[in-house]
């Protein structure tokens, strides 16, 4: 079976909306890229989380993600991770946010962002094992699709070289971004389409899918049946998830 694809010149029109970059989470990925002044952002989509006080090319295939990004946000080329047109050792760093899961293969992407860097590889990303519990049961079918799409942690790392280091992210309750994970303690957030719009997951399900998981985690909020086993999420400032940060150091 042919690996599931996202057209992101057809699925991003509304990225820019739903997936803007949360400044806890910003922190911490700038912080990774330690003082590096130029770095190469691959898979780029609309901006979100490249450093504004710093050199950054921006890499993204889309034309449609491309053309959302804010008239201040980096220089933008149409490229593929897989194929960086980059000299090796060509830039200070290199970031990619939550984007690996498109590459095809990841790991010549991973490699490639290694080759150009002198300095950090920084990949924010998910382990999908550690999303939240009700999460891992509503939204089965396409963590089963993506989980092999993402890769390991340990699979992440190992293709990227050098040494290599694991942050977690804690996410917050009010996290500003997107992505599933930001909606641990706020389900109903999955049942306006505008928000499942910006993520991708969606547009891998069978025909039907989509409407059985909202269907299902509507009736149960409804009824009550989910804030009785999840409730006590409602109550926590974060939540220590899914949210990584892969750094790669040269050798």
Avoid at 68 to 97: G, N, T, Y
Avoid at 110 to 122: I, S
């Amino acid at each position: 079976m042919a690996e599931r694809r996202v057209d992101y010149d057809e699925h991003g029109v509304r990225y820019s909306q739903g997936r803007r970059a949360d400044p806890r989470i910003e922190a911490s990925i700038h912080a990774a890229l330690g003082d590096a002044e130029t770095v190469v952002n691959v898979g780029a989509g609309t901006g979100s989380y490249e450093p504004r006080d710093r050199w950054v090319l921006a890499v993204e295939p889309s034309a449609t993600m491309r053309a959302q990004r804010p008239p201040s946000a980096a220089l933008a080329i149409d490229a593929r991770a897989e194929s960086l047109p980059l000299d090796d050792d060509s830039v200070d760093a290199a970031m990619a946010c939550v984007t690996i899961h498109h590459w095809q293969p990841r790991d010549a992407g991973l490699a490639e962002m290694r080759r150009v860097a002198r300095g950090p590889v920084v990949v924010f990303t998910f382990d999908l094992d550690q999303l939240p519990p009700w999460q891992l049961d509503y939204l089965r079918v396409g963590v089963e699709i993506e989980r092999p799409r993402f890769g390991s942690i340990d699979e992440v790392a190992a293709a990227l070289g050098g040494r290599t280091r694991i942050e977690t992210i804690p996410t917050p309750a009010d996290c500003r971004d997107g992505f599933f994970e930001a909606f641990w303690n706020r389900p109903e957030a999955l049942l306006d389409p505008g928000v499942r719009a910006s993520q991708s997951l969606w547009e891998l399900l069978d025909d039907g899918v989509e409407e059985e998981i909202v269907d299902r985690l509507a009736r149960d909020l409804e009824s009550g049946l989910w804030d009785e086993r999840y409730g006590h999420l409602r109550e926590m400032e974060s939540f220590e998830g899914s949210l990584r940060l892969v750094v790669s150091t040269p050798d």
